[in-house]
Nanobody, 120 residues
Framework: QVQLVESGGGLVQPGGSLRLSCAAP????????IAWVRQAPGKERERVGC????????YYEDSIKGRSSISRDDGKNTVYLQMDSLKPEDTAVYHC?????????????WGPGTEVTVSS
């Protein structure tokens, strides 16, 4: 069974930055597409980005494009979501998810999530 563990969430002021991490004991993340999906209270879940297996090509939804980056450190077997210029509307629980298909359209195994709160 695939286990994913997110970390790095917390309380940050608007305009601040956070780097979320996704670790996966037991699997090699390089071999998987990984999506970042967020779930805000009262809202539908939103896939915000995706990194491909192998070459690590990243895709971003408009909601975070231009102020975020997804990367992978194969030596640490960890995927990162760096978010800058954070806004209150970025407040959500962020999950890393193994995925398949075009731009990670099929979401497969979920981590429990890490909570991000953007507030002054």
């Amino acid at each position: 069974q695939v286990q994913l563990v997110e970390s790095g969430g917390g309380l940050v002021q608007p305009g601040g930055s956070l780097r979320l991490s996704c670790a996966a004991p037991g699997i090699t993340l390089r071999n998987y597409q990984i999506a970042w999906v967020r779930q805000a209270p009262g809202k539908e879940r939103e896939r915000v980005g995706c990194i491909s297996s192998g070459d690590g090509y990243s895709y971003y939804e408009d909601s975070i494009k231009g102020r975020s980056s997804i990367s992978r450190d194969d030596g640490k077997n960890t995927v990162y979501l760096q978010m800058d210029s954070l806004k209150p509307e970025d407040t959500a629980v962020y999950h890393c998810v193994t995925a398949a298909g075009y731009r990670c359209e099929a979401l497969i195994d979920w981590g429990p999530g890490t909570e991000v709160t953007v507030s002054s």
